[in-house]
């Protein structure tokens, strides 16, 4: 059974403050690596999907790339808001279908 | 623009009672999943439905059936709830199987007594 690790599991930082979200997944054979945010009592909203074939994707002030080889993908974001607090997930895809992390809880001090 | 609608948003249910779970979308996606989602075990794949006519179990699907009653409408069913099937459930969509983004609709609390 594939396996999707998120360090640290909550984090909480300055607005303002770039910062760096991580995800390991065990699979060898990713199909892509998605990245989602939870909103407390809400689904899941994608941020950002990276194919296998890809390294990184952008949208807006969200970066997201890819390593195989190391089985890690990191999440970037950029002059963090409040608005960005959440729980942010990684999922990736292999052959036996999408494994979730269990997310990092983010908190952006006012 | 919809996306993905599940019904009901809450529920309560004493041990035994049965209860179906909707979910549709409007987006024509070919696949629909139902995940449920509990503290400290992150998001688990109960069935999915990879295409209109067909169903497969995902992680955790004792207790449970599904109906993929045409191509936007997913079901789940519990047929003799427990109190271990406590949790929030979310149905999700995708265009295909494989390569594409998941959307979730906003999730179902339910608990059983």
């Known amino acids: 059974k594939q396996e999707v690790t998120q360090i640290p599991a909550a984090l909480s930082v300055p607005e303002g403050e770039n910062l760096v979200l991580n995800c390991s997944f065990t699979?060898?054979?990713?199909?892509?690596l998605q990245w989602f945010r939870q909103d407390p009592g809400k689904g899941l909203t994608s941020l950002l999907l990276?194919?296998?074939?890809?390294r990184e994707q952008t949208s807006g002030r969200l970066n997201a790339s890819l390593d195989k080889s190391s089985g890690r993908s990191t999440l970037y974001i950029a002059a963090s808001q409040p608005g960005d607090s959440a729980t942010y997930l990684c999922?990736?895809?292999?052959?036996?279908?999408?494994?979730f992390g269990k997310g990092t809880h983010l908190i952006i001090q006012p | 623009n919809a996306g993905v609608t599940q019904t009901p948003k809450f529920q309560v249910l004493k041990t035994g009672q049965s209860m179906t779970l909707q979910c549709a979308q409007d987006?024509?996606?070919?696949?629909m999943y139902w995940y449920r989602q509990d503290p400290g075990m992150g998001l688990r794949l109960i069935y999915y439905?990879?295409?209109?006519?067909?169903?497969d179990k995902g992680e955790v699907p004792n207790g449970y059936n599904v109906s993929r009653l045409n191509k936007r409408e997913f079901s789940l069913r519990l047929e003799s709830a427990a109190p271990s099937q406590t949790s929030v459930y979310f149905c999700?969509?995708?265009?295909?199987?494989?390569?594409?983004?998941?959307?979730f609709g906003s999730g179902t609390q339910l608990s059983v007594l």
């Open positions: 999700a969509s995708s265009e295909l199987w494989s390569n594409e983004k998941l959307f």
């Open positions: 987006m024509n996606h070919n696949s």
């Open positions: 999922a990736e895809r292999g052959a036996d279908g999408l494994t």
């Open positions: 990276i194919q296998s074939s890809q």
């Open positions: 699979d060898s054979a990713i199909y892509n």
């Open positions: 439905s990879a295409s209109e006519g067909t169903t």
